[in-house]
C-alpha cells in the first residue's frame, strides 16, 4: 500500500490549495478515505472524510464550508479543496485508509498559512 500526498505548500491567510492523494496496492474504489492534518504540538485530528463511492463527506466542525473532499477512482486519487485558508490551518496533511486491520499512511504534505 502507498499513498503520496502532494499539493501543500505556503499560502496567504485567505488563500486556497488543492491538496491530492494517489493511492496503490489495494483496490482504491472499494474503500473510505481520509484526511488528518497534524499541527506543532498537537494531536493528529481528522479533517474529512469519503466515502468509496464518493457519495457521503464529513467534515471536522472547523473546516466546514471551507473544505471539500473529493475522490475521482478512475485516477486512484483522493483531494482535498481548501479555500478560505487561515492561520490555524497550517499543519501536515496526511492522507489514510484503513484495510482489515490495518490503517496506512501517507507520508504528508506540508500546508503553511501565513502572510
Known amino acids: 500500500v502507498q499513498l503520496v500526498e502532494s499539493g501543500g505548500g505556503l499560502v496567504q491567510p485567505g488563500g486556497s490549495l488543492r491538496l491530492s492523494c494517489v493511492a496503490s496496492g489495494f483496490t482504491f474504489s472499494s474503500y473510505f478515505m481520509s484526511w488528518y492534518r497534524q499541527a506543532p504540538g498537537k494531536e493528529r485530528e481528522l479533517v474529512a472524510s469519503i466515502t468509496s463511492g464518493g457519495s457521503t463527506t464529513n467534515y471536522a466542525d472547523s473546516v466546514k464550508g471551507r473544505f471539500t473532499i473529493s475522490r475521482d477512482n478512475a485516477r486512484d486519487t483522493v483531494y482535498l479543496q481548501m479555500s478560505s485558508l487561515k492561520p490555524e490551518d497550517t499543519a501536515v496533511y496526511f492522507c489514510?485508509?484503513?484495510?482489515?486491520?490495518?490503517?496506512?499512511w501517507g507520508q504528508g504534505t506540508q500546508v503553511t498559512v501565513s502572510s
Open positions: 489514510t485508509v484503513k484495510l482489515r486491520l490495518n490503517r496506512y
